[in-house]
């Protein structure tokens, strides 16, 4: 049986404004420092581009689609969320994959 047939991959791509990247850099680590603590989070990265310092991007796993739907409502995350138009570029962009060859 493949133990990760019900994981969730998640990539998050959040473009700060350049007057705000701070802020939101901020705010990203304690958003990633909440979540790594939520049960069902297998890991929870953030990064920022290499080539655009405004351009933030999550690695999340989760252990299912429970888990992530318990995130998606942890007043941390929803309190960034409701900041978007303030602090970013545009709303993030997040994409949902699965593993295909685990």
């Keep these: 049986m493949n133990v990760h047939c019900n ?3 998640i990539v998050c ?3 700060a404004k350049s007057e705000t990247k701070e802020s939101v850099k901020r705010e990203l680590v304690y958003l ?3 979540t790594r603590k939520e049960e069902g989070n297998i ?3 953030l990064h920022v581009s290499s ?3 405004c351009l933030f991007i999550i690695y999340e796993n989760w252990k299912n689609q429970a888990a992530l739907d318990n ?3 942890k007043p941390y995350l929803t309190n960034f969320l409701s900041k978007q138009k303030e602090l970013l570029k545009s709303s993030v962009e997040g994409k949902i994959c699965k593993i295909i060859n685990g």
């Design 7 to 9: 994981q969730i991959t």
């Design 13 to 15: 791509f959040v473009m």
């Design 32 to 34: 990633a420092n909440m």
């Design 43 to 45: 890991n929870y990265d």
């Design 51 to 53: 080539s655009d310092d």
């Design 71 to 73: 995130h998606m409502s």
